[in-house]
């Protein structure tokens, strides 16, 4: 027991260095939160859509345990501002759990609302939801799947825009012969992809349609008559991706190991055209696409239809064009052939390959909005297909399924975050420090600051900083014991207020306090600020003032030179430990023999195939 505490205290000591890293972010506001950066490049921003990024990074596209999840908080829904600045992180509050398909919901009736598919968790204890969320961040709906329709797909979860319905894409398995393929003596385990359409309100099925009898084997370019047999979940023949439905109650999908794009009649589930991405089918067409994503209706009106697609031209095998591209397409069915031809092209950026996942959006002045997927990274483009800003996560181990891009109010019920310290080496330069954030807000323009004497006296104003990033630091003179903090917005109305927080203060004699009263104590901040406006000086520091400068700088070298003082005490108790803990691994060697593993993360998804993680299920 001995040997195993100090293991677990090494590991978490160790833990916590490997994940202090410049390329994530820390906050004093959210301590177990470390979010992702962004490296972003602006080509012409005066171009680009309003709005925030709706991200949701994940690390492995399938769930890890708890002992192996990649700690602090990191992965899930997350919500940035345009230029990278942290808005909302979800993360706690999904457990570090993956997230998917991320987004805001419209149509939803007043206020707005937020949807994305919680992943099934690691021992299929739970089978996935689809979430709507509040702007308030609080839980409006969690819809379950059917049983028989397996576990929530990880790659659609769209709310209608009546907001009545949610299209999700489902997937079964079942047992076939290899018949089509001229091996009538052969059976494999064939996974088959569809669609239902759930209410929102009690997550019954409205409808719901699955391929095995629409879509001939041969149909694959996955499989061929030359596959290996499988057991289940079997082969995935169609991998559908993505589901979208018109006015017409007509469904479109989108199969990827097809490299077709089909419609499916709401009345009677026939496949009513297939748009084939390499033509030679029923259509006339100018283009060609390939292992295709995310298909989605612009406009649809009886035989004329305007779509927007991914179109990834690879996978993890072969490369069947030099660049992917996001498609607009224009389809005509009342001629025969139909015709197809491309309306918009939008070529990524860097003239590379996304594999694997993606999206396209077309926003609301007409721009386009690109996940590429791999690394995090996206872009935004004019209506005429110039580039006007690209993004991608500053860690590039993490991705992102899809990405969006809204305009979004987000009003937290829980108040502002505050965290308040002080630091000096006598009376004259003791200076407050007080932390805030506030997890979701987004018209935030000021923050107020406030102290008082006691708890329970009337609060002072003592200054306000402009909010700029998700924390924003004040720094005031003196010594304020109890502090709160209001944000405001551009008209100067207060949108909330944080609790009342006490001054954290740390060991005096060990950070070298030399003041010649003893021990500091707290000031009443009206007498204080009083006693500074007659001395002509001020001990409200704004944003830009020089002394809040000077002062920051002093403040951080204390900080620092204390928290370098307990890494010194910490490093000779790690010493110790190592000491122990290499007699201890020495005698469980030759008393027990090796049995067990530090704590350490999952390999990436490199050499292995991603496409068909979604797949594995506990049972496997």
């Known amino acids: 027991m001995f040997w195993t505490g100090l293991i677990l205290l090494l590991t978490q000591y160790v833990a916590a260095e490997d994940f202090h890293h410049d390329d994530l972010m820390s906050f004093v506001t959210l301590p177990d939160t470390r979010a992702l950066k962004f490296e972003i490049q602006y080509e012409d921003r005066s171009r680009v859509s309003p709005g925030y990024w709706f991200v949701s990074p994940y690390l492995h596209i399938e769930p890890d345990p708890p002992i192996k999840q990649f700690q602090p908080y990191q992965i899930g829904p997350h919500i940035y501002d345009q230029d990278g600045h942290l808005v909302w992180t979800g993360s706690p509050m999904f457990d570090n759990r993956n997230v998917f398909d991320f987004r805001v919901a419209n149509g939803m009736g007043g206020g707005q609302y937020l949807s994305m598919i919680l992943q ?22 969690k819809l379950s799947l059917r049983d028989d329709l397996g576990y929530f797909d990880i790659h659609e979860f769209n709310v209608r825009n009546d907001g009545k319905t949610a299209l999700v894409t489902t997937y079964l398995s079942k047992e076939i012969n290899l018949s089509p393929f001229e091996r009538p003596a052969e059976n494999t385990w064939l996974e088959y992809g569809g669609f ?38 079997g082969w995935d023949y169609v991998h559908i ?26 009345i009677d589930g026939r496949i009513m055209w297939r748009l084939a991405g390499h033509g030679n089918g029923e259509f006339e067409q100018d283009f060609i696409f390939s292992k295709q994503h995310d298909a989605k209706f612009l406009e649809s009106e009886g035989t004329r239809h305007v779509i927007s697609l991914m179109n990834n031209a690879s996978d993890e095998e072969v490369n ?108 004259v330069n003791l200076v407050t420090t007080i932390h805030v954030s506030w997890n979701g807000a987004t018209d935030i323009a000021w923050w107020n600051f406030y102290a008082q004497a006691t708890e329970t006296d009337e609060r002072v104003f003592i200054g306000n900083v402009s909010k700029v990033d998700f924390e924003t630091m004040f720094m005031a003179k003196g010594y304020m014991d109890w502090v709160s903090v209001e944000a405001l917005d551009r008209d100067g109305q207060v949108l909330g207020t944080s609790k009342i927080h006490r001054t954290q203060y740390p060991d005096w004699e060990k950070v070298g306090y030399t003041g010649y ?92 195939s991603e496409e068909r993680t979604h797949l594995r299920r506990v049972m496997d």
Not at 198 to 221: M, R
Not at 241 to 266: E, L, P, Q, W
Not at 520 to 530: G, L, S, W, Y
Request: net charge negative; charged share 25%.
């Open 517 to 608: 009263l003893g021990i500091p104590t707290p000031q009443d901040p009206a007498v204080f600020r009083d006693a500074e406006h007659e001395s002509g000086d001020s001990s409200n520091l704004a944003d830009g003032d020089p002394r809040q400068a000077e002062n920051r700088k002093a403040a951080e070298i204390m900080s620092n030179s204390y928290a370098a003082m307990r890494r010194m005490g910490g490093m000779i108790l790690l010493g110790l430990i190592i000491v122990g803990l290499f007699a201890g691994v020495v005698y469980l060697f030759i008393r027990r023999g090796w049995r067990f593993r530090l704590y350490q993360l999952l390999p990436t998804e490199e050499g292995r």
């Open 241 to 266: 991706n993505s589901v979208d439905k018109n006015d017409a109650g007509d469904y479109i999908v989108s199969m990827r190991f097809t490299n077709t794009i089909y419609m499916v009649s709401g």
């Open 120 to 141: 099934y968790n690691f021992d299929g204890s739970e089978h996935g939801f689809g979430m709507i969320l509040n702007n308030s961040y609080g839980v409006h709906r």
């Open 320 to 427: 069947e064009e030099e660049v992917s591209s996001a498609l607009i397409v224009e389809i005509n069915t009342d001629v025969t052939p139909h015709k197809a031809r491309v309306l918009r092209r939008y070529i990524r950026p860097d003239k590379g390959l996304s594999r694997l996942r993606g999206n396209s959006q077309v926003l609301p002045n007409n721009n386009m909005f690109v996940c590429w997927s791999k690394g995090g990274y996206f872009s935004e483009f004019s209506p005429e297909g110039d580039v006007l800003m690209s993004a991608w996560y500053n860690v590039p181990r993490f991705s992102n399924y899809r990405a969006y891009k809204f305009e979004f109010t987000g009003r937290p019920d829980t108040p502002p975050d505050v965290v308040s310290s002080v630091y000096g080496s006598d009376e």
């Open 196 to 233: 239902a359409e759930l209410n929102i309100d009690n997550a019954e099925v409205v409808n719901s349609w699955d391929c095995f009898s629409q879509i001939p084997l041969p149909e694959t370019v996955h499989y061929d008559r030359f596959s290996p047999v499988e057991g289940s979940p």
